[in-house]
């Protein structure tokens, strides 16, 4: 692994483009290999198994680009596939999903009571429960599937009267009650951070994985000597599985501005 080499990120779809920002802005010198599965997209409602196929055959495509780093931007395969995706990169690639940083931050605070919502593949995976319960005894975790914010916010249904009453609905169920902080295990999610902490009435810790995961990543950087140095500001490449107009639309709210997809179908 070399300095100069790429940084992959990958998602089921757009969602993690989130993520790449954050990155983006943290390390402005490093150049980005970004791949959305839209051809694929959601993950949430898929088998473990479809989404390590999935998974491992991006992870595939971003160590054919010689990425020095893949960062799995998406919950429901940083759940599902990481074993798998960290077997197939072997010495060729460092891996970082979204699960390990956010726990790693939650378990050093001072809340006992924690939320989790995700899609349905990363709460039936435990994996945030587990990952929590084994850096440290003693915390309360309870987690809850929100299968409906993933569309809602695909759909554009954002600061209006559908999204509020969406998640009034599952946020004031007794899953989640009291939590201290609630972590959003879903890459969807910070679009709707804002309108989640006003349900709170800014009482609750809203944790989503961008800053977090993109500090990880720095540290892992750091870490292994493979932090770029180069002057100019790094290149963003943005490929996707499917392209429609629509894509080019949603890529804008998650990215902040406006990208180019390139069309890159893996499965021909
Ligand atoms: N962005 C994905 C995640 O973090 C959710 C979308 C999907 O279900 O594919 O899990």
């Known amino acids: ?13 757009l969602g993690g483009l989130t993520v790449a920002k954050a990155i983006n802005q943290l390390l402005p010198n490093e150049d980005v290999v970004y791949f959305g599965d839209t051809a694929h997209l959601p993950y949430g409602d898929k088998s473990k198994q ?6 491992t055959a991006i992870a595939r495509f971003l160590l054919e680009n010689k990425c ?7 919950n429901s395969a940083s759940s599902n596939a990481y074993d798998e995706v960290v077997e197939l990169a072997g010495s060729k690639s460092l891996i ?5 940083p956010v726990v790693q931050y939650i378990v050093r605070t001072d809340y006992t009571n924690i939320g989790v919502i995700g899609t349905k593949s990363t709460i039936d995976s435990n994996s945030y429960q587990e990952k929590i319960h084994n850096a440290r005894k003693g915390l309360y975790v309870t987690s809850m599937a929100t299968p409906l914010l993933v ?36 890459t969807h999610y910070p679009i709707i951070k804002h309108q989640i902490n006003k349900f709170y009435n800014f009482d609750v810790d809203i944790v989503d994985s961008g800053k977090i995961v993109a500090g990880s990543l720095k540290d892992m950087l750091v870490k292994n000597n493979l932090l770029n140095e180069q002057a100019t500001p790094g290149k963003n490449t943005f490929y996707v599985s499917d ?3 629509y894509f080019k639309q949603i890529s804008r709210m998650f990215f902040e ?12």
């Open 50 to 55: 479809t989404i390590i196929q999935y998974s």
């Open 1 to 13: 692994m070399k300095k100069e080499q790429a940084i992959g990120v990958f998602d089921s779809g």
């Open 257 to 268: 501005e406006d990208i180019e997809l390139e069309l890159k179908n893996l499965w021909k």
């Open 243 to 245: 392209f429609t107009r």
């Open 96 to 100: 970082l999903n979204v699960i390990d």
């Open 151 to 186: 569309p809602m916010i695909e759909e554009g249904f954002i600061y209006d009267d559908i999204s509020n009453a969406i998640i009034r609905n599952y946020l004031s169920r007794r899953e989640i009650a009291d939590v201290e902080s609630l972590i959003l295990g879903c």
């Open 68 to 74: 020095k780093v893949i960062v799995i931007a998406c």
